[in-house]
Nanobody
Framework: QLQASGGGLVQAGGSLRLSCAVS????????KGWFRQAPGKEREFVTA????????SYTDSVKGRFTISRDNAKNTVYLQMNSLNAMDTAVYYC???????????????WGQGTLVTVSS
């Protein structure tokens, strides 16, 4: 199971850190990703991190602003989001895959999502 938390309301230019805790299985067995879905839009890839944490990938719109990291000892993956803007408003989902991938269909396990709202 994946449990995402840390969402909330923030002003434009502000920061939030999302967490995704993994239970029942060792987090290190899976690559992790964050996706987001804005109202009326498709769920889109945001960022991913490999099982060891040595590889990461970001969608262009968040490069330089968002950072994904993981602590396998705590079975948790994080998403640090800085310089937030209204376009970042969405429900953010964490997901787990058997290998490092940016493709939504390749993720086998999904958390319930946490809402991030950025006010302008």
């Amino acid at each position: 199971q994946l449990q995402a938390s840390g969402g909330g309301l923030v002003q434009a230019g502000g920061s939030l850190r999302l967490s995704c805790a993994v239970s029942k299985r060792p987090s290190s067995n899976f690559a992790k990703g964050w996706f987001r879905q804005a109202p009326g839009k498709e769920r889109e890839f945001v960022t991913a991190i490999s099982r060891s944490g040595s590889s990461t990938s970001y969608t262009d719109s968040v490069k330089g602003r968002f950072t994904i990291s993981r602590d396998n000892a705590k079975n948790t993956v994080y998403l640090q989001m800085n310089s937030l803007n209204a376009m970042d408003t969405a429900v953010y989902y964490c997901a787990a895959a058997l290998y490092f991938t940016t493709i939504r269909a390749n993720y086998d396990y999904w958390g319930q999502g946490t809402l991030v709202t950025v006010s302008s």
